[in-house]
C-alpha cells in the first residue's frame, strides 16, 4: 500500500500569503495522526451495486487538503484513483445554474433536503420536481439541462470544466461507465419518472449517459481536494489563478450541499462537521471551507447511508482540530491557521 505522506509545498514555493512551515508542518500532523489513527477501522460494505465498484480494494485511504493559497498537504492513499460518483453532483448543479440561470434551473429540481437515500423514488407532490440536485433524480434532471448536442460533447465539456478546477486533464474510466449503463435501472426508472411529470425532455438516453458519464470521472484525494478548494476560493483555481466557476452561483451550490449532500446523514454532518460536503458510493468525500480551503478523502467501504466509514470519520477529527465547522466561534474568516498558532 502506497503510504508515504507529506506536504508538497510548505517548505518551498509557498507564496507569501500562505502558511508558515512551521504551521504547515502542523497541519501535516494533523493528517498523518488521523490517518495513522483510522487506518485500520474495518466498518463498512464496498459499494457492489454497481458491479464494477466492487473491485475497489477496501485497505485503500487517502486524505488530502488545498489551500485557497495552492498549498496541499497528503496522507495515505490520496493518489488513488476512484470514480467521483455522486461527488460530481454539485458541479454539475453549478454549471446548471451558470448556463440557464437559477430561475429556470430550479424549474427542474428543487433545494429542499429529502431526508432520504440518494437513489430514493421521491418527488415533490406538488411540482414534481426531484427534492434536490444532490440525489439522484435531481442530479438527472441537471444532467438533462447540461447535456449538449452531440451527447459526447456534454461530457467533455464537463470533463474538462472539471480538469481546470482539479488542475490536471481528467478522463472517464470507461469499465464503471459500462458497468453502470448495464445495471442502471433504478436510475432509468427515475429518468422515465422525469419524463412523465415533464421535468426532462424526452432524450432520456442522453441525459442517462450525461449522469453515468459523469459519475464515472477518475479523481483522487488531491484533484477533489483542488475541486473543493476551487469552490472555496470564489471560483477561482488556486495553483492555477484561472477562473472556473461563476463566483455569484456558488453561494447557491454551497448551500445545497450543505443541507443535502450526505443524503439521510445531513443534519448530522452538519451538526458534527459543519461544512458544505458531498459523498459518493466510491468512498469520497469533498469539504469546502468557504475562503480557506478544500479537503478531499477516500475510503471505499461504506455505511448504511452510502458515506465512507473512514472518510466520515477522517474528516470529523479535522474539522475538530482545525475549527472548520461553519459556526465555530474559533473560526472567525480564515481564521483556522491563526487559531493553530
Ligand atoms: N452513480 C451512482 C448512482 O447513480 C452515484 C450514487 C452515489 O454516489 N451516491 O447510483
Redesign the pocket.
Known amino acids: 500500500m502506497q503510504s508515504t505522506a507529506g506536504s508538497e509545498s510548505a517548505n518551498n514555493g509557498m507564496p507569501e500569503n500562505g502558511v508558515t512551515p512551521w504551521l504547515g508542518s502542523q497541519i501535516q500532523k494533523v493528517l498523518d495522526s488521523i490517518y495513522a489513527k483510522y487506518k485500520d477501522v474495518d466498518d463498512g460494505v464496498v459499494a457492489t451495486?454497481?458491479p464494477e465498484l466492487g473491485k475497489a480494494d477496501p485497505k485503500k485511504f487517502g486524505i488530502c487538503l488545498a489551500t485557497v493559497e495552492g498549498e496541499v498537504f497528503t496522507a495515505g492513499d490520496w493518489d488513488t484513483e476512484f470514480t467521483i460518483?455522486?461527488?460530481c453532483k454539485p458541479f454539475a448543479f453549478q454549471l446548471a445554474l451558470e448556463r440557464h440561470g437559477s430561475e429556470k434551473t430550479l424549474k427542474h429540481v428543487g433545494v429542499e433536503p429529502s431526508g432520504e437515500a440518494?437513489?430514493s423514488i421521491e418527488f415533490d407532490q406538488k411540482t414534481g420536481r426531484p427534492f434536490n440536485p444532490m440525489v439522484?433524480a435531481g442530479a438527472i434532471a441537471v444532467s438533462s439541462l447540461i447535456k449538449q448536442k452531440p451527447v459526447e460533447a456534454g461530457v467533455d465539456a464537463f470533463l474538462e470544466t472539471m480538469g481546470k478546477a482539479a488542475g490536471r486533464k481528467l478522463r472517464i474510466d470507461e469499465s464503471v461507465l459500462a458497468s453502470?449503463t448495464l445495471t442502471?435501472n433504478?436510475?432509468r426508472a427515475i429518468a422515465y419518472m422525469l419524463l412523465n411529470s415533464g421535468i426532462i425532455d424526452e432524450e432520456v438516453h442522453e441525459s442517462l449517459h450525461q449522469?453515468?458519464a459523469q459519475?464515472s470521472m477518475l479523481v483522487n484525494c488531491r484533484d477533489l481536494a483542488m475541486m473543493a478548494a476551487t469552490m472555496a476560493n470564489i471560483g477561482n483555481q488556486p495553483e492555477t489563478g484561472e477562473r472556473v466557476f461563476d463566483f455569484q452561483l456558488i453561494k447557491y451550490v454551497m448551500a445545497v450541499m450543505f443541507s443535502c449532500g450526505l443524503y439521510d446523514y445531513a443534519g448530522n454532518w452538519a451538526f458534527e462537521v459543519g461544512v458544505p460536503a458531498k459523498?459518493?458510493?466510491?468512498g469520497g468525500i469533498f469539504a469546502c471551507v468557504n475562503r480557506q480551503l478544500g479537503v478531499g478523502v477516500y475510503s471505499p467501504k461504506l455505511d448504511a447511508q452510502?458515506n465512507s466509514v473512514r472518510g466520515i470519520l477522517a474528516c470529523k477529527e479535522l474539522a475538530s482540530h482545525l475549527g472548520m465547522h461553519a459556526f465555530d466561534f474559533s473560526n472567525v474568516g480564515s481564521s483556522f491557521m491563526q487559531w493553530l498558532l
Not at 459523498?279 to 466510491?282: A, E, L, P, Q, R
Open positions: 451495486y454497481i460518483q455522486s461527488m440518494f437513489n439522484n453502470e442502471g433504478r436510475n449522469y453515468f459519475c459523498s459518493g458510493v466510491s452510502g
